[in-house]
């Protein structure tokens, strides 16, 4: 029993699987810490940033982020809460085709850490599962 609660901490890629299975990891990481893509296009950028302005609250970036992308044409899908993350589904149609974009937000008195995943919508549904798996289960490294 010890040893499968050991492999499930340290290791959840062998109990769970790997989630990223599909996609490539980017080895020059400009502003990320982690960058992933299918080779449909199908992204996943994880970054950190500062909690500046401060907030106390994270609502106030849930708002802020929320704000942005409807301003700039986005329709809100979903907001939701997965593992530590409140996260924000968003869809874009441009020239009759349709992009999700969405952000993860796990946030800290002095960080946040941002996942932000997109791609044409009919291919990005084939992928869904396994990128909110991924933030479900992300430990920054």
Known sequence: MK?????LFFYPSLIFG???????????????????ITADGIRIGVREVDNYPFSENIKTWIQSIENFLVQNGY??????????????KSKLIVYEKSYIYGVALRYSSTKLL???????????????????????HYKKK
Do not use: C
């Open 18 to 36: 790997n989630p990223l299975s599909d996609f490539a990891k980017y080895t020059h990481n400009q502003n990320f810490l982690e960058r992933y």
């Open 3 to 7: 040893t499968k609660i050991f492999l």
């Open 75 to 88: 329709i809100i899908l979903e907001k939701q809460k997965r593992g530590d993350f409140e996260v924000i």
């Open 114 to 136: 941002l996942i932000e995943f997109s791609g044409e919508e009919e291919i990005f549904h084939q992928k869904e599962k396994q990128i909110f798996q991924f933030i479900e």
